[in-house]
């Protein structure tokens, strides 16, 4: 799992990154061969706020940790606080957005937990026949107070999307201006 930040270092010295937390969309983007083990032309790093770590499971001869840990650093400290203005937005919104879900899934949760005992208790000498006809009766219990759960979660979830797509973008312009950034 790729965490902030991943970078690609290539063999001809180019450290690599994008704003998505992936090696494999930088290593598409930059369009690198990831399709010969025996090339090792690229390294894949992750760089958190405390490690380095080289995400490879053979390291090429030509890299080593130490010659690039500098290089890496720098380019840590440029994009961290950009990524921590993004993260501390979207978290604001996020708060708002579960604060304004919890009651719906909260009756959601109350009604659907009856109908899942239902289900499982009607469902578990039959299961080796056949899960339709209790499955049909769970979805049935649950469809009103789900549809109810989303019409309540859809303004909630239209107003973060949007704040973190501001807040995206924002962080995209920032990182777009170091020298490495690899583009869509």
């Not at 026949?129 to 309540?152: F, G, H, Q």
Request: aromatic share 14%.
């Amino acid at each position: 799992m790729c965490q902030f930040l991943s970078i690609v270092i290539t063999r001809d010295r180019r450290l690599l990154f994008t704003e998505e937390d992936s090696h494999e969309t930088i290593i598409k983007r930059a369009g690198l061969r990831d399709d010969n083990p025996y090339l090792l032309f690229f390294v894949r790093i992750e760089r958190t706020e405390s490690y380095t770590k080289v995400d490879e499971t053979s390291i090429p001869g030509w890299f080593t940790l130490a010659d690039w840990q500098e290089r890496i650093d720098e380019l840590y400290a440029r994009i961290a606080p950009a990524r921590k203005r993004y993260e501390e937005t979207c978290a604001s919104a996020r708060k708002v957005y579960s604060k304004t879900c919890a009651p719906a899934w909260k009756i959601y949760s109350e009604t659907s937990a009856p109908a899942w005992k239902i289900y499982s208790e009607t469902s578990a000498p039959a299961w080796k026949v056949y899960d339709a006809p209790a499955w049909k009766v769970y979805e049935e219990t649950c469809a009103s107070t789900l549809k109810r759960y989303d019409e309540t979660r859809a303004p909630a979830q239209k107003r973060y999307v949007e704040t973190r797509a501001s807040a995206w973008k924002l962080y995209v312009s920032h990182i777009r201006t170091i020298t490495g950034y690899v583009e869509k």
